[in-house]
Structure formats: structure tokens, C-alpha cells
């Protein structure tokens, strides 16, 4: 699944400091274009189809982010957006309890009555683009040290940031585009009531389970419909997509428009030995860990394993994406193919006076990765949400204190109300739960300091990991809203007598965890520096009109619906309804490959040739779920879900011959509604 | 589960190099005593308990070890062996086939002519005890340098071996104990021809699945009857278990005799930490890894899922253990106990000239574990099936040339035939899953040397890791025994000149083995000396009344009858068969916690109230389980499967406050083979 899910395994993705720099010039349907530089003449020349500006406003406006990772889109002018259901499983596990599980079970609500408003999503609509290059680099003279530089291009972000959202009242989020290269001002228009209204059962949402995922052919309705609100009456949409009638052609042009969460395609081969090396195994070595503990706490029984359940799919999700990010790296063709893009821009470099910087910035890059490997597992992170909230509050206090040029990005002004709406979420927590991840935290902590270390020595308080997780769960109220409330009002003088023992811990640790960020801040800002100067030599030698790495901010990319070849065997486009059940029949006994019964009751209705999800070769990655996919005439013909085993190295290189991007095809959910779901209230809605 | 498996694990077993020394004066029932150096004065003041040489000397003969990994005895004259279905479960696998799947079914033979021949296990019967320690220490010079040491030990071993098998046709071991203070020859009678009898549903057998693994109160028959034969016929035993007919008593005196697998309680404090901070976070890691690998091969379908089973049940058991060991070493109590007992010695030592050596000891046990933290990783494993087969003919065909002196023990004239048994074991293997395990232990090598690494290149040549494994499973002939039967047969010359891509590899890979193997085995040799002076440094301060550290030879442990407090909770010593009921009706709806078909119908025939599972004080660890438990008469009461959580850390250190021992009753065992399994004609021959 394409899920770049921001809130728990947040940090695994920011693991990769490097972020936002060029890629190579776009061959074959390559690309994550930027709305406001669309590739045009590529379009033309291979497809025959030039976007007009309202052609690619309209989408840019109908498409939805996820604040919390994913994409959406809007499908009707009284509110209604279509993610996927494991984007929604998030908010679907937070509205779930022991009694009504919807995650599970799935929910349809008849009226606006009957829509369940979500704890904490925040969706964003991109409404402008603003290019502010000119006036970031201005604020940051050559002549500055690194970490001067560092905090006026943060103040001058934030201000930037600060006066769009006073000017404007919208969202407004400077990206950093091209390694540092380009800077755009995103401005979005916020919703953060959102209720649900549709979600199927999890058992044909996630067909064939973790087995299938990453697979093609597949048979899942990876769908959930929920709707914004305005000043608590459905919102009045003005750009939203009309459903395509039309069934899909094989060879079809198509395009979609979602939040790609991060590409790594700049890296240079030093950056992708170390990934391949040191950084992905140590990153799968903590996801099988969290996905064993996660299985055990659920093995205890049938509430526990509901309770792991959210956490259990995005770790599971999570491992198999980067077991074939790994895959990709490990494969010498793929190397061998970037190791020959690298020297043949080194080549160019060379013959170039101008760039001889950039020649060096490999030198900095492979420096940088030794200096990277040697801080891997040093981080000091009790990755449960009790402790997530100590840590934040503490940091919180303190920042609010400090001018923006010197506080941490994320506690911007500008960010300060998702970022609350975050914190002061009413969404359940699981004191069992909460303590079992606990204790596996700090077991990991010891493991990779070195029991004996100080800072573990301060955590642990001369208790083992099983009896410190029960005394910190088991003494701190942060569970309760209002205290986390009372805290972050109180400020830093309420923080600093608080003697709630996670605040204490997270107070204890704050120093070091300071300590560390700052040494991996600054290897971040010397390696984008480096990566700034190699996409600088990449444009001076390739041009300008190509496209950025991954920001999780819209892109458009662009393909045709294609099957391909696997092991001698020539896959299909597209699936039908009809073979889901086939796909039942093969896999008797297999608990994941079990339809709901909602399914098995409707069979006799559904047309059995309809098609069910389709791969086209668009350009996307994780970050992309829940993204619309259109035709020509930008109309909805699928919904982005998944890609293919093989296009998990997509992280870092692009090649269209077996990667595919896997879609819901929007006629099967609109099928589906009607038939096995009876919701012909909500189909009436669609794209009206 | 308390199993000791040798053969896909067993590496994991052997990653700790020092072994076999001596351990701390025993208090409590503490103790895992020689045959021939029982602690009757301890038994006699605490018990009030004899053991006469009789006594002694028919319940080591009634006791088996099997020699993969695992205890049992005989409880028949017509040759009866009862062991732990996990124990069997290799075996049970091995005989299973898509069609027939005993391992999950069970098993009843109605007859003799109905049992089921074993492929390949081995039986040891201990029959006689030889202290051999002055000739070995003879051979041995102390002007001799480390490599000739080794040689000339491993000479006179092989001589002492080959002579006691020449003259009495008994397998014969010199084992090292006290880290090699005492060497004593061990002489076993071998039975090969084992064949299956009966075994339960692993529903029963295993009932509570991981969740209750290693926990307490449980509800598991964990056992299964083999009978040996010799000459095609059941062999006739002369010193078998009596049944116990009398009912449990709390506090009653019980004795163990097992095969337990490894200990380590003398480490130094800087192995504990070496082992906390470095080798067991390691081998979780590699735990975990294969498990997950195992749970997705089994996902692909139900026949692929009883494929995996047997060894990801091996696997997850493990985990457990280690999880449980490396909690005992993060608890500050356990260390600060050890750290205690440590200062004790070493004042001890400083107070005595002549043990000026053992504290020079404790620092090159310091010194070593830097340098096998430093090789941790970099061994050269690939991890399955095929590959361990082509190894060992590749190492065999050389090894056999060579005089005993300079050969790997594991090569020895006198284990050829029961490395034969396994080598030419006809148990099926699976090329999926071997290919699939392949991939993994490929890439695993990848991640742990650096995928750059010369090693890695001359395995993968040129190819990714699926790619790779694809090739090497698909080309090989190895899954035929016949083929396996010519290349030992042709000796070196067939092995060069095969064209066998798994031969290939496994010749290609011979020499940065055994360069590895040669940096690992002067270290466990240094290790060993190191150890051998701290134990004779204990010997002097503390008396020689003691016992070694666990080696996989038979050893008598003794305890009582017991329940423990557990989180404020006082648990009983024993459940009920009617509790075994309860238990499923408090877990409905998990997958594990359905009892078999069979268990439903009998269930008014059981008497509610026999007691179902016991534990006890004794002291056992990893190869106990199958162990046999008498009372004073020497009498069958139960048969060890499990020690509770509390008790995993006894691998460093003994705690009887809440470590237990887990056992069957073998009053169950008997009244489910009654009531459950119709099994009266084998009930009629126990212990008869």
C-alpha cells in the first residue's frame, strides 16, 4: 500500500535526511511533475495531449491532501472526498471501540446525520503556487556559517509563511524544492471537520491481506468516502471530478494527481551504498521488531488484537515497501545503471569550470554517509504516543519561547494549529497497549546504546524495561486530554514542576535527544547543500525543465493503462469483479482471502466483466495513495492504491518496464456502492 | 518450549563460543548435576533423600536423549519412548506430506506394523561415565602454542573416541566440562531406527499457541510416544520408567534427568554485557527476520503454510526464549547479583597467589568479546537447507583426507555415521521454500558485509538476491540423496569437478569460511582457557562439589513441587484437565485456543479434576524438554515441556524464587491416551 503514513512511523521516514533534489532528465512516462511546471511538450510529443491551464487548475483544485499522509480527491460539490480505506484506517480505527468496529466492519451513514466526525484529520486543497526563490536565498549571504544559515533561511521562511497566512488566511507551507534549489509558497485551503460516510469491510478493502499486497493481479476496494464540513454544514465544492462513464481502454493516457511522500532518485551512489548497506537494513530490523511486537501484544486476545491492529497493517505495510526499496538496491542492474548516470555527470562536471563545486559534493555526500552510519541507532526514541506527547509538550514550551529563526521547523507559528490539533486529538489510547510498545522501546534503547550508556541509565531509572514501561504508563495522565491542555498552557514553568513521570522522562531525555537532533541537523544541511550544488551542475548540464524529488506536496504524473511481463507471463491491464471470487475459490482456508459476506450476498448483482483495479504506468510512490487517476477530459476513471513489487525501487530510479501503479477503477466503486453496499443515496452524490 | 534444535538453529546455539564451565556453589534446588557427581549430601540435609547407585544408575539408563535437540526416556520393556510432541514435531513434519499432515492431526499406530519409520533420528541411551580428564591434559603441553594445543586435544579426544567405539560399538564423546577442567567420556547406546507411535492433535499439543508459550498456568499435552527397534524388531529395554499411580502432593520431592542444551552462568560480567549489549540483540534481530520470512512464505497458501511450519514454530519459540533471556540480562537485579558474585571472586583471587592467572582471565574474557563483537555478522551463512548440505559434503570431502589432529571435530571418524544419517536423510525438502529462505539469506549476507564486499560478489555473481536463489535451487541435484550419496562417494575429485551450482557456491565460499571459522575457533579457544582458569580459581575457593555448565549431556535436577507469586498473584502448582476447557471458553475467537475435535468429544469422559500441567523448582533450560520427572521411587509423575517466563534468564543465573519448570502430568498423558485417543492397547504397555 501507498500509505506515507506521518503520525507513529513518522520518524522512519524522516530517517532520510536528504530530501527535494533534481532527478535526471524524464525519459519514458517518468516524472512527479509540478503543477505549476507541467511537461508539456512531453505530453504533446508522445501523447498528443496538451493540458490547458484550466484543464490543470481544475485537477490541481479537485485533489486533497492528507495531512497525515495520502492522497484524495474531491468527487461532488456538497463535500465528498474518496482516499483509500488504508489511508482512512487511521481515522477508522480511531472512531472504532471493542463494540463497533468500523476498521473491520465497515460503515454507511444514510444521512448527514448519521456521518461520524474524525478525532484529527486535517485534509488540505492546494490553491496556489508561489515561487519565492528570490527572496529565501536573499536572506542567506555566501558568506554565512552553516548554522547561521540555517536560521535565516528559517526565519525568513517563517515569515514568509506567517504573512501569507495573515494575508490570505490559508495554510501556507514554503517547500523546499531541488535540494534547496527552489523555493515554492503552497498555499491551502484547510478543512479539519471531516466525518466519514462510506467505508467498506476490511476484508475486501485488503483483499488477500498482507500476501497480496504489493502484488498484481489484484481485487481489492481500497475505498473510503468522507465528507468536509464548513461551520458544521456539508462544504460547498467548486472544483471536484465528474465520474467517467467510459470503461477503460488498454493503451489509455491517464493521469493522477496526489502528495508523492519522498523519492530519493538525486542520491548519489555512495548515498545509495550507505541506504543499501547500513540505513535499510537497520530500518527493516526495526520494523520486524515493531511488527513481532505488535503480533505478540495481538496474540493475547481477540480486544488486543483489534487494539494493534492500525499500527500492525502500516508496519507490515511499511516492511514490505522497503524489503523491495531494498530489493531494487540490492539488484547490480539497477546500480550499474545509476553508477553510469553518475559518471557520466561527473564527466560533465569535469569539462565544466564552472561546476567544479560540484565535483566536490560527492566527495561531501560519501563523507556524509560515514558520518550518517556512524549515528545509526543512536537516536534516542521511545517510539510509543504517551511518550510522543511528553516529548512534544517539552519541546513545545520551549520553543514558543524562542524567536523563529532559532526554534525547531515544526514548531512554526504557522504550524501551530495542526499542530494542536494533533496533540489534543480525543482519539483512544491503549494504556496495555501503550506500556507492551513501551517496554519494547526502551529494550531497543538499551540494545543500541549499550544498557550501560548514561542516557540510558537516566531513562531507566535502575529498572528493567518491563517494570519502567508499567510505572510510565501506569503514573502519567497524559492520556487525559485536558491535562496535556493544562501542561501546554502552563508553559515551561508548569512543564518544569510537573511531576508526571512520562513529562519527567521526556524532561530528563530532552537535552540529549537536543544534542542529537542538532548533529543530525547539521549532517542534513550539509548534504543538501551538496545536493544543491549537484542538481545546480545538473541543470547547467541537462536543463531546467525536469522535475524535483518528492516533497508530499501535489505532483502530476502521467502513463497509460498497460499490463506487463512477470516471470515469462504477460499480465493483464486490469482485473474484473467477477474474478474476485475466482481469486476466493483459489485460496480456500487462507483467513485473508475470505469476502465479506456483504460480497458473497451480492455476487448475483455485480456484472462479473466490470473492470475491478487496473495498472498503468504512471510515475508514483508512497504518498500517492488515494490519489485520482484521469482521463484525458479529467474525469475519474480510478483511485491510486498500491504499486507492484517492482516499482518499490521508484524510490530511486524510474523504470517503466515492470513498474506499475495499481488502481481501484472508479466504475467498480461506484458498482459496488450500488449493489453490494445499497448506498444509492451516495451514488446519487457522486460528481454532482 | 524448552527444545534444544540442532539442526537449522543450531547455529544460533554455537554463536556463543564459550562453554562448559564451572558454576557458583548451588543454593536453593539449584544445579544440573553429573550422573557420576550427584549432590547427595545436599539432597540428603534438604530432602532428606538418598540416592543409591541403583537408584541413580536405572534412571540415567531409562533416560534418552535425542540427538537433535531434546530428552526423553523409555517407559517400556518393548521399547516405548515419550518425548514432547515439540520434541517429535521435526520428525512429525518430516513424515507429513501435503496429503497427511500428522504434524497438525496427530498420529495412532494400531499396531506395530502401523508405525511410521523416522528418516532421520538418532537416539542416544547413556549407558557408562569415564573420567578421562588425565589423558587429555596428558597430550597437552603446557609449552605448547595455542594452535598445537587445539590439535593435539582434538587428537587425543579422536584416539580416545575411535578406541572406546572399537572396543565396546558404542557412540562415544569425550565432552568438556568445567571449561575444560574435567573431560569425561561419555558412552551411548544408539538407536536408529525410530518409529512413530503416537502423537495428538499440536492443537492440544500446543494449545494457546506463541501467546501461551512460556507462560503459566498452562494447558498443553505435549507429548508424543516413539518405540525404537533393532533388527526390525521393538527392542527389548531392560531399564525403563514405571508409572507413577498416585496423585501429585504440593512441596513433593521431584528429579529431572534431561540433556540440558547450554548454560552459561560462569560469564564474566563483561560477557553478560558483550551478550546483553551485542550478541543476543544481534540474534533477536536475525530471529525476527527469518520469522517474518517464514510467516510470508506461509501466507502464499495453506500447503505453503504447513511447509514453513515446523520451522517458523522453531523460530518463534526462540524468539520467545531469547526475548526472555535478554529481559533477565536488561534487569538491573539479575546484574547487580552477578556483579556481586563477581567482586566475591576476584577478592577472592587477589587474597591468593596462586590464582594470579584467573584475574588475568577475567581481562582477556574482557578483550575477547570486543574482538567477537567485532565478527558479529561477518560469518558466512547462508542460512537453508541445500546450501548446509552442499557445505558439509564440501568440508567433508576435504576434512577426511586430512590426519584427526588437523580436522574440524565435526568430522571425526567416530561421528561419521550419524552425520551420514543426516546428510542422507530421504525427509522431503521444498524447493519454494528453500528458494524463498535462499533470497533472504542472500540478501541477509548482502545487509551484513556490505553488498561491495568480495565475499558477496563471488556468491551473487552479478545476480540480486531472488534472481540468485532462483538459479542456485533450480540447478541443484542436491534435493536427491543419491546424488549427494555420489559426490561423498567421489570424494574430492567428484566435488571439483561438479558443475552443481550449489557445489559451486559452497566450494567458491570454502576458504573465506574457514577463515572465519579459524578467527571464531581461536577465540572460543582463548575463551576456553581463559574460563578454565576461572573455574579452577572457583574449584579452589569454593570446593570442587559443584556442577558444570550445561553441554547437551544427560544431568539430574531436583525441585519441588510449586506454584509462585506473580504479579501480586499466587498461582497454583498445578491445572486440571477441566481447566484445560475454561481456557478455551476464555479465548474465543483466537485461532490458537481452539481445541481439537477429538477433546470436545471426550470431554465427559475426562476427569475434570486430574491435574494437567505442574510446576516445579528444578532447574533445566533448552534440551530438557522431554525430559522425564520421577519421585523418590523412581517413578514416571510427568514429563517436562516449558519453563515459565521468570525462568529464561537461568541460562546466567538460578533464582528459584519464581523460576519453574513445566511438565505434563503422566497421569494426563495416560488418561488422554485412555479417554481421548481410544488408546488402550498401547496404555496397556506403559511402563510394563
Known amino acids: 500500500m501507498f500509505r506515507n503514513k506521518s503520525s507513529l512511523w513518522g520518524f522512519l521516514l524522516s530517517l532520510s535526511t536528504a530530501t527535494a533534489a533534481v532527478v535526471g532528465s524524464a525519459r519514458a512516462d517518468e516524472g512527479m511533475w509540478l503543477f505549476n511546471q507541467l511537461p508539456i511538450e512531453q505530453l504533446k510529443s508522445k501523447h498528443g495531449f496538451e493540458p490547458t491551464p484550466q484543464w490543470a487548475d481544475h485537477l490541481m483544485k479537485s485533489s486533497v491532501r492528507f495531512n497525515v499522509g495520502g492522497s484524495a480527491s474531491f468527487i461532488s460539490s456538497n463535500g465528498l472526498v474518496l482516499t483509500n480505506h488504508h489511508v482512512a484506517s487511521d481515522t477508522l480505527y480511531k472512531l472504532s471501540s471493542e463494540k463497533a468496529n468500523y476498521l473491520e466492519n465497515g460503515f454507511l451513514a444514510k444521512s448527514y446525520d448519521e456521518e461520524l466526525k474524525a478525532p484529527d484529520l486535517e485534509l488540505n486543497q492546494l490553491v496556489e503556487i508561489i515561487d519565492v526563490t528570490d527572496k529565501v536565498t536573499a536572506a542567506v549571504k555566501p558568506e554565512m556559517p552553516t548554522s547561521e544559515a540555517v536560521a535565516a533561511r528559517r526565519a525568513v521562511i517563517d515569515e514568509i509563511s506567517k504573512e501569507s497566512l495573515k494575508s490570505t488566511g490559508l495554510r501556507s507551507d514554503v517547500v523546499t524544492l531541488f535540494g534547496g534549489g527552489r523555493y515554492h509558497l503552497y498555499r491551502y485551503k484547510k478543512y479539519t471537520d471531516v466525518r466519514l460516510v462510506w467505508a467498506p469491510e476490511a476484508s475486501i478493502a485488503f483483499f488477500g491481506g498482507d500476501a497480496d499486497n504489493f502484488e498484481y493481479p489484484r481485487f481489492n476496494l481500497d475505498a473510503t468516502i468522507f465528507r468536509v464540513y464548513e461551520n458544521g454544514q456539508p462544504a460547498k465544492i467548486d472544483h471536484y471530478l465528474k465520474w467517467s462513464d467510459k470503461a477503460l481502454a488498454e493503451g489509455e493516457l491517464i493521469f493522477v494527481s496526489g502528495n508523492p511522500g519522498r523519492t530519493n532518485r538525486i542520491y548519489t551512489m555512495a548515498a545509495l551504498q550507505f541506504q543499501r548497506d547500513k540505513r535499510m537494513p537497520y530500518t527493516l ?11 505478540q501484544f495481538g496474540l493475547r486476545g481477540v480486544e488486543n488484537a483489534r487494539r494493534a491492529k ?40 569535469k569539462a565544466d569550470k564552472s561546476l567544479a563545486g560540484a ?183 541537462r536543463g531546467t525543465s525536469t522535475y524535483p524529488d518528492a516533497t508530499f506536496t501535489l505532483r502530476l504524473a502521467f502513463g497509460v493503462v ?60 508512497g504518498g500517492n495513495s488515494g490519489s485520482p487517476v484521469v482521463n484525458r477530459s479529467g474525469e475519474l476513471v480510478g483511485l491510486i492504491f498500491d504499486g507492484n513489487l517492482q516499482s518499490l525501487p521508484a524510490n530511486y530510479i524510474f523504470d517503466d518496464r515492470q513498474m506499475r501503479a495499481t488502481s481501484v477503477s472508479s466504475q467498480a466503486i461506484k458498482h459496488a456502492l450500488e449493489y453490494v453496499y445499497d448506498a444509492r443515496g451516495l451514488v446519487d452524490q457522486l460528481g454532482k
Open 359 to 541: 565535483a566536490d559534493a560527492f566527495t561531501a555526500v560519501a563523507e556524509i554517509q560515514q558520518q550518517q552510519a556512524a549515528l545509526l541507532g543512536k537516536s534516542i526514541n521511545l517510539n510509543t504516543h504517551l511518550y510522543g506527547i511528553a516529548k512534544q509538550i517539552v519541546e513545545l514550551v520551549e520553543e514558543e519561547q524562542k524567536p523563529a529563526r532559532d526554534r525547531l521547523p515544526e514548531y512554526s507559528d504557522a504550524g501551530r494549529e495542526s499542530l494542536e490539533q494533533q496533540l489534543f486529538s480525543e482519539a483512544p489510547l491503549y494504556a496495555d497497549l501503550e506500556t507492551h510498545l513501551m517496554a519494547d522501546a526502551l529494550s531497543m534503547m538499551l540494545e543500541n546504546r549499550g544498557a550501560d550508556d548514561p542516557v540510558c541509565q537516566k531513562a531507566m531509572m535502575g529498572k528493567g524495561p518491563v517494570d519502567r514501561a508499567a510505572e510510565l504508563i501506569g503514573g502519567t495522565k497524559l492520556m487525559d486530554v485536558a491535562a496535556r491542555r493544562v501542561l501546554v498552557k502552563g508553559g515551561k514553568a508548569a512543564v518544569a514542576a510537573s511531576d508526571d513521570p512520562m513529562i519527567v522522562l521526556a524532561r530528563t531525555l530532552d537535552a540529549d535527544i537536543r544534542s542529537y537532533r542538532k548533529m543530525t541537523d547539521d549532517l542534513a544541511e550539509k548534504e543538501k547543500q551538496a545536493y544543491a550544488k549537484i542538481a545546480e551542475a545538473m541543470f547547467k548540464t
Open 310 to 349: 492500525d499500527d500492525l497493517f502500516s508496519v507490515q505495510n511499511s516492511r514490505k515497501a522497503y524489503l523491495g526499496m531494498l530489493g531494487g538496491l540490492q539488484d547490480p542492474a539497477v546500480m550499474k545503471s545509476k553508477q553510469q548516470a553518475e559518471e557520466e555527470l561527473l564527466k560533465a562536471i
Open 562 to 621: 498497460k499490463g506487463y511481463e512477470q516471470a515469462g507471463q504477460q499480465l493483464p491491464p486490469w482485473t474484473t469483479l467477477g474474478g474476485t471470487y475466482a481469486h476466493e475459490s483459489a485460496h480456500v482456508g487462507q483467513k485473508d482471502f475470505v469476502l465479506p459476506e456483504s460480497w458473497k450476498k451480492a455476487k448475483a448483482k455485480l456484472n462479473p466483466e466490470m473492470n475491478f483495479n487496473f495498472v498503468s504506468s504512471a510515475d508514483i510512490i
Open 285 to 295: 530490523n526495526m520494523l520486524r521488531r515493531r511488527e513481532i511486537a505488535l503480533q
